[in-house]
């Protein structure tokens, strides 16, 4: 998708529609032929908060509604080789000597993973790969390498399932969070890449306990937060998106149903509008932060 990098500004004459509007709306979605409770459960959560409301947002994509989601397209991707560790409860001991940073650990029933953010602090291997071990220095300044890991646990080990590396960051850390964003349970890995604007985000991955991205999601310069019913709104700054209008954010609204990450509803939000529900690029109340 190409992005455009026009600026806009907030328009005016919107309105919160009802909250009977809203229901009607989305009794009358469908997923696979039948009503999803998850849906309108989701949609009275995003209504009552005030998130909904705004002209359809016009993707080229008349069946998004429904679409099934993927982590296809995200940059946390297997590594080249393989790499493991002795098994530890202290996700602290799987970042790497000569590199500082944050870790969380998710257990699911699909398995536990640790996901850390570390940075270079010292000399270290320079292609990225993890070594077997250490204790974190301290923080590192700018120019530096960052890696973005994730271990999954096999038995006695933990095993590299996927990385992320910039060569020499010279802006924020990613960040990261475990949280039952789906709230069925499963607590998930929410990593964000950071933007050159404290507070918003350019990538969403959700990591699953075996080690896959789940959903990923392209953030521009924008943000996502999960409702009380759980899901994920997502709000991606129109002036980013091929054709996208400049005085309006894209607000996607994200469930999980039928065993698979969908769009529930997509549609274009005053600015305004968008930025009263902004509270960082990554927002839930229940969500664990890296520490």
């Known amino acids: 998708m190409a992005h455009s990098c026009s600026r806009g500004y907030p328009s005016?004459?919107?309105?919160?529609?009802?909250?009977?509007?809203?229901?009607?709306?989305?009794?009358?979605?469908?997923?696979?032929?039948?009503?999803?409770?998850?849906?309108?459960?989701?949609?009275?959560?995003?209504?009552?908060?005030?998130?909904?409301?705004?002209?359809?947002?016009?993707?080229?994509?008349?069946?998004?509604?429904?679409?099934?989601?993927?982590?296809?397209?995200a940059s946390l991707v297997p590594p080249s080789g393989p790499s493991s560790k002795a098994y530890t409860p202290q996700c602290e001991r799987l970042i790497d000597p000569g590199f500082a940073g944050k870790c969380v650990v998710a257990a699911s029933a699909f398995g536990t993973v640790a996901g850390i953010v570390e940075q270079e602090t010292a000399t270290?291997?320079?292609?990225?790969?993890?070594?077997?071990?250490?204790?974190?220095?301290?923080?590192?300044?700018?120019?530096?390498?960052?890696?973005?890991?994730?271990?999954?646990r096999d038995a006695d080990r933990w095993v590299l399932a996927l990385r992320r590396v910039f060569t020499a960051n010279t802006g924020l850390p990613s960040l990261l969070w475990a949280d039952d964003v789906a709230r069925d349970g499963d607590v998930d890995l929410v990593f964000v890449t950071p933007t050159d604007r404290a507070g918003f985000g350019h990538e969403l991955d959700l990591v699953a306990g075996n080690g896959q991205v789940t959903l990923y999601r392209y953030l521009g310069q924008g943000f996502a937060e999960v409702p009380a019913a759980g899901g994920v709104v997502a709000y991606v700054p129109g002036w980013t998106e091929q054709n996208g209008p400049s005085s309006a954010y894209d607000q996607v609204l994200i469930g999980y149903s039928g065993s698979s990450w969908r769009v529930f509803s997509e549609q274009y939000v005053p600015i305004a509008a968008a930025l009263d529900q902004h509270k960082g690029a990554f927002w839930d109340s229940r969500a664990v932060p890296a520490s």
């Not at 204790?135 to 960052?146: A, F, L, Y």
């Open 124 to 152: 270290a291997p320079s292609n990225g790969a993890p070594s077997n071990g250490g204790d974190p220095g301290s923080v590192g300044t700018t120019g530096v390498q960052e890696r973005d890991l994730v271990w999954r």
């Open 12 to 73: 005016a004459g919107w309105s919160r529609p009802s909250l009977g509007s809203i229901g009607r709306r989305y009794h009358r979605l469908t997923l696979k032929g039948h009503l999803s409770t998850a849906v309108l459960r989701v949609a009275l959560a995003v209504a009552a908060s005030g998130l909904s409301g705004g002209s359809h947002g016009p993707t080229g994509q008349p069946g998004v509604v429904g679409l099934v989601l993927s982590g296809a397209g």
